[in-house]
C-alpha cells in the first residue's frame, strides 16, 4: 500500500506468523510442529510443557499466537492464558483441547483466549484457527 508516493508496511503484512506450543505431552507438540514446517506463513518459534514456560516464552520470544494446552501440570492452559492476556493483550491464544468447544472452549475463552481448537479435530481448522487469529491483530 501506499501513501503520497511511499510504500507503507502494513502490520502483519508479508511476515511470517511467530507461534508457540505449549503442551504437556511431547508427541502432541511434536507433532503439531511438524505439521506446520509445510505452513510457509507460520514459523514455529517455540515449544514448552506448562503454563510457566510459556510466560517465560512470552517475555523472551515475543510470539503472535500460543497454542495452549487446558490440562497441564505446574499451571494449566487457563491460568497461563489469563496471565499472557493481562500482561500481553496483543498476543493471541488459542485453546486446544481433548475436549470439545462446549467444554473446552467455554473454558479457554473464559479465560481469555481469541480461539479453540479441540484435538479431535481436522487439521485444516487447526490451521486456519492460528490465520484467523493472527489477522485479529
Given at each position: 500500500?501506499?501513501?503520497?508516493?511511499?510504500?507503507?508496511?502494513?502490520?502483519?503484512?508479508?511476515?511470517?506468523?511467530?507461534?508457540?506450543?505449549?503442551?504437556?505431552?511431547?508427541?502432541?507438540?511434536?507433532?503439531?510442529?511438524?505439521?506446520?514446517?509445510?505452513?510457509?506463513?507460520?514459523?514455529?518459534?517455540?515449544?514448552?510443557?506448562?503454563?510457566?514456560?510459556?510466560?517465560?516464552?512470552?517475555?523472551?520470544?515475543?510470539?503472535?499466537?500460543?497454542?495452549?494446552?487446558?490440562?497441564?501440570?505446574?499451571?494449566?492452559?487457563m491460568e497461563a492464558t489469563r496471565a499472557i492476556k493481562k500482561r500481553w493483550p496483543s498476543i493471541k491464544v488459542i485453546g486446544l483441547s481433548m475436549m470439545g468447544e462446549?467444554?473446552?472452549?467455554?473454558?479457554?475463552?473464559?479465560?481469555?483466549?481469541?480461539?479453540?481448537?479441540?484435538?479431535?479435530?481436522?487439521?485444516?481448522?487447526?490451521?486456519?484457527?492460528?490465520?484467523?487469529?493472527?489477522?485479529?491483530?
Amino acid at each position: 500500500m501506499s501513501a503520497g508516493g511511499r510504500e507503507v508496511d502494513l502490520p502483519n503484512q508479508n511476515r511470517r506468523i511467530r507461534v508457540v506450543f505449549v503442551d504437556d505431552h511431547p508427541i502432541v507438540r511434536e507433532s503439531l510442529v511438524a505439521l506446520l514446517q509445510s505452513e510457509p506463513e507460520i514459523e514455529v518459534v517455540g515449544e514448552c510443557k506448562n503454563g510457566r514456560e510459556a510466560l517465560d516464552c512470552a517475555e523472551t520470544l515475543k510470539p503472535d499466537v500460543f497454542v495452549m494446552d487446558g490440562n497441564m501440570p505446574v499451571m494449566d492452559g487457563m491460568e497461563a492464558t489469563r496471565a499472557i492476556k493481562k500482561r500481553w493483550p496483543s498476543i493471541k491464544v488459542i485453546g486446544l483441547s481433548m475436549m470439545g468447544e462446549r467444554e473446552g472452549g467455554a473454558k479457554m475463552r473464559a479465560a481469555g483466549a481469541d480461539g479453540f481448537v479441540s484435538k479431535s479435530g481436522p487439521v485444516d481448522d487447526f490451521v486456519g484457527a492460528i490465520r484467523r487469529c493472527f489477522k485479529q491483530t
